[in-house]
């Protein structure tokens, strides 16, 4: 099975989703929870089995779909995609087991299931058409889950939310056929194989116009400021699981297409576009810090948060080093488990009261002290406290960058405080002081069920927060050979000098070394 364990991944939940039609109604919840459950056991396997010493494409499967065209579907996971396949069947196995009672909640346990599989191909995907199928098929399921199950402008929400991405995906398609038919330009045949392009060497003008294209398509979907106006309607109508999904694994497709696609493929032109992207990615950090402070909405709080912090993990992708994109990814993971729980957290109350306006509430602490207590330590790792699995992430990009540009890192840096202000402004209002509101007085804390989902997620905030080892070492590993790549495929000597060269580095180490001895 480990010989074909990705497709399984891929396609298992997908199977499972369509039997899920002649499921009945009263048992689909127990079905959902045990796919997903099967799904998360399979990821774990695979994390098992992968040689975290090794830096390379590991579990590779490989299977003609047009050769002519040398499109072909291959398959393969590395430190750096296999941690994030892990978590979005974990997410899958969380949401379908803490949804609560809805309507036609078959239709939603089977468009979930679905989702996993677009989810786990664009991670595993190392074909460009295939990638860029899962990548589409994607917004399927997440545009049926906004419209059927949202808000009262779900519609509207879920429609920007298509086209802002969809045509975001066309100009990164069109970017694709170029790099493919630069490479029959200069091999005489075609070829998709992301690892094919990898040994691609273009000129800087070619590669400057290719990164614009790849890079509107991603920073679409992270969403990159002022790219960005889709998600705060996306978030704000979307049911919790939606909004839940679509933070913790959806918006890292983005990022993570960075780090597969422009930076190995583009080193020159990511060089060249590294200032005026980190400069973008400290608006986005401060501007919707700000806009989050004026909301009186827990959920667009948390969504405003949700992409300051997106600009951080920008940041760090394009310090161009180790340390930088190593972080970034960590945050990545981070990112997903806190801003995940916050949104679960932001659901537990709106089934209670049926409102999520910060002005209904005041004094929970009181009433529900263990919500309070859950609440507070997602809050505290969300602005990056010490030994919360965010402080790791945040640092680790910080530091990488600010080998790149000491005033950039500064200004950065100051913006996280300001998250610290909103989210501790947003807490006050919500649990601390009296309860006025009579409502309020008798609200049950938190259930099993909902326990059942929280308390993992708490014990991964503090658990990767203090000992991130497990994580951190296989994505360092494959983190350390796609910098080695940029640095070897650069030509202009800006891209050179930014881009450090591991191999000199280790060399110089180990005369060091035996200097010393």
Do not use: C
């Not at 002649?22 to 992968?50: M, P, T």
């Not at 074909?127 to 994607?138: C, H, N, Q, R, T």
């Not at 960590?330 to 002005?359: C, E, P, Q, W």
């Not at 804390?445 to 308390?455: F, G, P, Q, T, Y």
């Amino acid at each position: 099975m480990l010989n074909h364990i990705l497709s399984i991944l891929i396609f298992f939940p997908a199977l499972a989703a369509m039997l899920g039609f002649i499921i009945h109604k009263d048992s689909i919840r127990a079905y959902g929870v045990a796919i997903a459950a099967i799904e998360f056991s399979l990821s774990l396997w695979l994390w098992f089995s992968f040689d975290s010493s090794a830096s390379g494409m590991q579990f590779m499967e490989h299977l003609p779909l047009v050769p002519a065209f040398g499109i072909n579907y291959i398959l393969g996971v590395d430190g750096i995609s296999l941690f994030i396949i892990i978590l979005a069947s974990f997410f899958t196995m969380i949401g379908i087991a803490s949804l609560t009672d809805t309507k036609n909640e078959k239709n939603m346990i089977v468009t979930l299931l679905f989702l996993q599989m677009t989810m786990a191909g664009v991670f595993a995907a190392l074909d460009g058409i295939v990638f860029y199928i899962f990548w589409e098929l994607s917004l399927v399921p997440m545009l049926y889950i906004i419209g059927a199950w949202g808000g009262p402008l779900r519609i509207y929400a879920s429609v920007k939310f298509f086209l802002y991405t969809f045509a975001g995906s066309l100009v990164m398609l069109v970017g694709m056929l170029f790099v493919a038919y630069f490479y029959y330009q200069a091999t005489g045949t075609w070829s998709f194989a992301i690892l094919d392009w990898y040994r691609l060497i273009l000129p800087e003008s070619f590669q400057l116009w290719l990164f614009a294209a790849f890079f509107i398509g991603f920073a679409i979907k992270v969403p990159m400021f002022p790219f960005h106006t889709w998600l705060p309607y996306a978030h704000g109508q979307a049911p919790t699981i939606g909004s839940v999904i679509l933070a913790a694994i959806l918006l890292k497709m983005g990022t993570y297409a960075f780090i597969r696609f422009s930076l190995p493929m583009f080193p020159d032109a990511s060089v060249f576009f590294m200032f005026p992207i980190a400069v973008l990615a400290i608006i986005m950090v401060i501007y919707t810090a700000m806009v989050a402070y004026a909301q009186e909405d827990v959920k667009q709080v948390v969504a405003y948060s949700s992409v300051s912090h997106m600009g951080i993990i920008i940041l760090g992708t394009f310090a161009l080093n180790v340390e930088g994109i190593t972080g970034s990814i960590f945050l990545m993971i981070a990112h997903g488990v806190v801003s995940g729980a916050l949104f679960l957290l932001v659901g537990v109350i709106y089934d209670r009261r049926h409102t999520k306006m910060m002005n209904e509430f005041g004094g929970l602490a009181h009433v529900m002290p263990r919500y309070a207590t859950i609440f507070g330590l997602m809050l505290m790792a969300s602005v990056g406290m010490p030994l919360t699995i965010n402080f790791v992430g945040e640092f680790l990009s910080l530091l990488g960058f600010y080998k790149q540009s000491h005033i950039l890192t500064l200004l950065a840096g100051t913006a996280i405080i300001v998250g610290a202000i909103y989210m501790l402004a947003a807490y006050k209002k919500m649990f601390f002081g009296e309860v006025t509101n009579e409502k309020n007085k008798n609200l049950p804390d938190v259930s099993k069920r909902e326990l059942l989902a929280l308390i993992p997620l708490s014990i991964i905030t503090i658990w990767l927060g203090i000992y991130p080892k497990p994580i951190l070492a296989p994505i360092n590993n494959s983190v350390e050979s796609i910098v080695q790549l940029m640095h070897d495929k650069s030509i202009t000597n800006e891209a050179k000098t930014r881009i450090p060269n591991l191999v000199k580095g280790a060399e110089i180490a180990k005369t060091s070394e035996q200097g010393a001895h």
